[in-house]
Nanobody, 114 residues
């Protein structure tokens, strides 16, 4: 019933920009905290950013000033705007919904390379 579907990943050059989207269904989106995590090759899944139902945002230190998380409750969708990307940002990015329990999307690949 609950579905989270990420989109917008792909290949981007260093210094470029990309916007990821996560469309949700089957759950109350507006009352939930949403977040993005990423997993690079050979590394554990790590926190990227989160946004509460009240639009309070938190970012990992390496993302501050470069990434922006936002949400559109009318569309039940959360976004991650990625700017000034670096090769170290290469990873699979996962969308998460956190309420009574956690739900995860399938992930979308972001590759930063020249």
């Amino acid at each position: 019933q609950v579905q989270l579907v990420e989109s917008g990943g792909g290949l981007v050059q260093p210094g470029g920009s990309l916007r990821l989207s996560c469309a949700t269904s089957g759950i109350s989106f507006s009352s939930a905290t949403m977040g993005w995590h990423r997993q690079a090759p050979g590394k554990e899944r790590a926190f990227v950013a989160s946004i509460t139902s009240g639009n309070v945002t938190i970012y990992a230190d390496s993302m501050k000033g470069r990434f922006t998380i936002s949400r559109d409750n009318a569309k039940s969708t959360v976004y991650l705007e990625m700017n000034s990307v670096k090769p170290e940002d290469t990873a699979v990015y996962y969308c998460g919904l956190f309420g009574g329990r956690a739900y995860w999307g399938q992930g979308t690949q972001v590759t930063v390379s020249s």
